[in-house]
């Protein structure tokens, strides 16, 4: 019920074998397990817990933009794993200043992750984990139909008719070894994390808008090829 919490244990896990939803907040250092086919939302406005995620095959688990504060939306919770025909979604915000962060350190995905017009860091990833995710992206992207069957998709990008937006990634690096930015959507992040932002097409580094610099970056780029 609304206004409640669940608190995840030390070393619990927390199996969900119906569909629903949880309106209160979760925290702690507990799992939570969805194995079965069905539908499960976590709707509270608080949604911080350590432990993983596994969604199993048919599984669907949503994180709604359930956002009172006017301002960005962090879930921090722990390593997602997504079984094929699995899915997790988070809905669309309301507003671009009111979009939600996924904050997680790995992500093992055999479905599909739908970021809508959301953001993600994928903390520690480091240049293996922006292979992995670009490919994600590849196979959500399916040729700019944002259909793909698994991966990470985008269906705010599916509907944007103007084919203006799409889900950039890259890792938190200068090309130096040193941090590109301090913080992303106001969290702290390191030069290992990867980051992947619901944005336009050509924002090279993904700061939500297009610009000089993007245009020197894709000239330099296409010089180096």
Same mark, same amino acid.
């Given at each position: 019920p609304a206004g409640s919490a669940m608190i995840l244990g030390q070393s619990s896990n927390l @199996?969900? /074998?119906r569909t629903g939803?949880?309106?209160g907040s979760v925290t702690g250092n507990g799992s939570i397990t969805l194995p079965n086919a069905g539908t499960f939302t976590l709707g509270? @406005? @608080?949604v911080e817990y350590t432990g993983s995620t596994n969604i199993g095959s048919g599984a669907i688990l949503n +994180?709604?933009?359930n956002n009172i504060s006017g301002n960005i939306v962090t879930r921090m919770i722990g390593a997602v794993t997504i079984a094929s025909n699995g899915k997790l979604n988070l809905a669309p915000a309301t507003s671009h200043a009111t979009r939600q962060l996924l904050v997680i350190p790995s992500l093992t995905n055999n479905g599909l992750v739908d970021l809508a017009d959301n953001d993600m860091i994928v903390q520690g990833a480091g240049p293996a984990g922006l292979a992995n995710l670009t490919n994600q992206i590849a196979q959500g992207h399916a040729g700019g139909t944002w259909q793909g069957g698994t991966g990470i998709t985008s269906t705010m990008a599916a509907a944007n008719t103007n084919h203006l937006t799409t889900l950039g990634v890259i890792q938190n690096d200068n090309g130096s070894g /040193?941090? +590109?930015y301090a913080t992303f959507d106001g @969290?702290?992040?390191a030069d290992a994390d990867v980051l992947t932002k619901y944005s336009y097409y050509g924002d090279t580094n993904l700061d939500g808008q297009i610009d000089g610099s993007d245009y020197t970056r894709i000239d330099n780029g296409a010089l180096l090829h």
């Open positions: @199996t969900i /074998t939803e949880f309106d509270g @406005t @608080t +994180l709604p933009a /040193t941090a +590109l @969290t702290p992040v």
